[in-house]
């Protein structure tokens, strides 16, 4: 279904959206709904008031309709940096069936670097209404080996909703 594939290009903040959260946040997790309907693996995720997209503090997205269907965009546990300086947006840009959802963590730091806050990540999740590509930016970050808090980097994976091992994609270090 999926495979991951790298490219690069200039990053760029998304402008125009709506905050989900900006205040001083750790061990969080936020919901938005979903604006279309796309396929995750197998799943059908709705549109509107069925289904609900989750935001957590380790860049991870899931769907509220499914269990375990998940993917994780950093894979380390992030924190604000305090009030008004990392927010957590998302922005729906295009026009249907061609829209694509785009979730942002801004100058966000990491439990692992939390009392000296010297660290700091930007990216951004694309969620592509018709062909559904997910895409995974990361933008200008600073993270030294410590703030992995034992592990040897981050992780990216991918993960069946329906816990398929055969379907879970994962990249770490």
């Known amino acids: 279904y999926y495979q991951f594939l790298k490219t690069t290009g200039t990053y760029s903040n998304i402008t125009g959206g709506t905050t989900l959260l900006n205040n001083n946040w750790k061990d969080t997790l936020v919901s938005l709904k979903n604006p279309f309907f796309f396929k995750f693996f197998n799943a059908n995720i709705l549109n509107g008031s069925t289904d ?3 935001v957590t503090d380790y860049s991870s997205i899931y769907f509220n309709n499914i269990n375990n269907g998940l993917f994780d965009v950093f894979g380390v546990d992030m924190n604000s940096r305090g009030n008004n300086k990392s927010p957590i947006s998302f922005v729906v840009q295009g026009t249907s069936p061609n829209r694509i959802l785009k979730i942002q963590y801004m100058n966000a730091c990491f439990a692992g670097d939390a009392q000296a806050y010297t660290d700091s990540m930007n990216l951004q999740v694309w969620i592509y209404e018709t062909s559904y590509v997910l895409e995974f930016r990361y933008g200008p970050n ?3 080996p410590s703030s992995y808090l034992g592990e040897t980097g981050a992780y990216v994976d ?3 909703p329906f816990g398929i091992q055969s379907n ?3 990249l770490e270090g």
Do not use: E, G, T
Request: charged share 15%; net charge neutral; glycine share 0%.
């Open 52 to 54: 609900s997209i989750q």
């Open 142 to 144: 600073s993270v030294k």
């Open 158 to 160: 991918i993960a069946d």
């Open 168 to 170: 879970f994609i994962a």
